[in-house]
Nanobody, 125 residues
């Protein structure tokens, strides 16, 4: 049974940092593309970052480039999202998800199969 559990969210001041974790079970992340999305209140879910199945390719939304980094620890079967220089507009519920294929629509939620429950990030000004 595939399960994803996000953690690491919280309240932080603008300019601060957080590291989100996505612990996976029921499958091996080393052979699976993994992505992060976020959804602010009243807005659609939006792409943040994705890591390819082999761990060699990364893609990030323009709004987070230079501030966020996606990585993984195969031994822990966990994917991370390091978020630096946080801004109030980064406030959202953050989700991790499993990517179906790298080469088609990897920034669309429809390309992802399994989702976690999310972890809340709130950035105060």
């Amino acid at each position: 049974q595939v399960q994803l559990e996000e953690s690491g969210g919280g309240l932080v001041q603008a300019g601060g940092s957080l590291r989100l974790s996505c612990a996976a079970s029921g499958f091996t992340i080393s052979g699976t593309g993994m992505g992060w999305f976020r959804q602010a209140q009243g807005k659609e879910r939006e792409f943040v970052a994705v890591l390819s199945a082999n761990g060699m390719l990364r893609d990030l939304a323009d709004s987070v480039k230079g501030r966020f980094t996606i990585s993984r620890d195969n031994a822990k079967n966990t994917v991370y999202l390091q978020m630096n220089s946080l801004k109030p507009e980064d406030t959202a519920l953050y989700y991790c998800a499993t990517l179906r294929t790298w080469y088609s629509g990897r920034s669309s939620p429809r390309s992802y199969d399994y989702w976690g429950q999310g972890t809340q990030v709130t950035v105060s000004s």
